[in-house]
């Protein structure tokens, strides 16, 4: 699909997703990253997409609404500390997949299941005396049973736990990416504006709390080097992310 987009403004909106989502490989955690990055009242909008049904959409449906969440009084700091985790967890487990495959000479398509073997091996070593962690792994215990009943307290356990297993994978991800330097030590590790193609449409939902309509512009990556879609719209003259998250439909 081509980009609506002006010259100027497809430039200086691939130039910002480049420029984040390098910074958030070097940094392996999304959470400092938000005050400058993202929409000044982040939180408060993503406090209403995880306690309303009103968040969905094409290629949205990580924010469909659980209905077990609207009463439990959580704030919105819990709920960033939760999405933040998440974010975490997809961006260094993908990255730990593409170094595997790269070091195996493979492409992600053909090497994928392989990778998560690797990935999951090891995290059972490196969580063996965490289960509770463990057990939260998506990719390596996808059919995991959410309990119907939830409170604040276990969200906040859980959401601790799931820290933990992050914390795992970015071992996981820094041994990866360590083998890979050794065995290819001219590999070029940066995200360019190239890698991106952008375009901007009226939302059909309120997304984010936002009025039905609001022109956001959606970012999405050319090939497997990043596993999110991108949401941007202008705030006071200058680019800012509404969310990143995996296009799932």
């Known amino acids: 699909m081509p980009s609506n987009l002006t010259d ?6 691939k130039s910002f997703a480049a420029t984040f ?25 993503l406090a209403f997409c995880r306690t309303s049904q009103e968040c969905g959409g094409f290629a949205r449906d990580f924010w ?24 975490n967890y997809f961006s260094i487990y993908s990255q730990s997949q593409k170094s ?7 492409k992600l398509v053909d090497y994928e299941d392989e990778s998560k073997k690797l990935i999951d091996v090891r995290l059972a070593v490196l969580l063996k005396n965490d289960p509770k962690a463990l057990e939260l792994d998506f990719f390596g215990n996808p059919d995991r049973v ?24 970015r071992i996981v991800e820094a041994e990866a990416k360590a083998e890979l330097r050794r065995s290819k030590p001219n590999h070029d590790f940066l ?4 890698m991106f193609w952008a375009r901007a449409e009226p939302t059909t939902t309120k997304f984010f709390n936002y009025p039905l309509g609001t022109r956001m512009i959606e970012v999405w990556p050319e090939g497997e080097d990043i596993p999110f879609k991108m949401d941007l719209i202008k705030q006071n003259g200058k680019l800012r ?6 296009p799932i439909d």
Request: aromatic share 10%.
């Open 241 to 246: 992310i509404v969310a990143i998250y995996p």
């Open 21 to 45: 989502y390098n910074r958030l490989h070097d940094s392996r955690d999304v959470s400092p990253l938000i005050k400058e990055f993202f929409v000044s009242d982040f939180a408060q909008r």
């Open 191 to 194: 995200i360019k504006p190239d």
């Open 64 to 87: 469909q609404g659980d209905e077990s969440y609207v009463k439990l009084g959580l704030q919105p700091q819990d709920w960033v500390r939760q999405y933040a985790s998440a974010i």
């Open 146 to 169: 959410v309990p119907e009943e939830r409170s604040a307290q276990s969200i906040r356990k859980e959401t601790a736990s799931f820290e933990r297993l992050v914390d795992a994978v």
């Open 8 to 13: 100027k403004e497809e430039l200086e909106v």
């Open 100 to 106: 595997l495959t790269q070091v195996a000479g493979k």
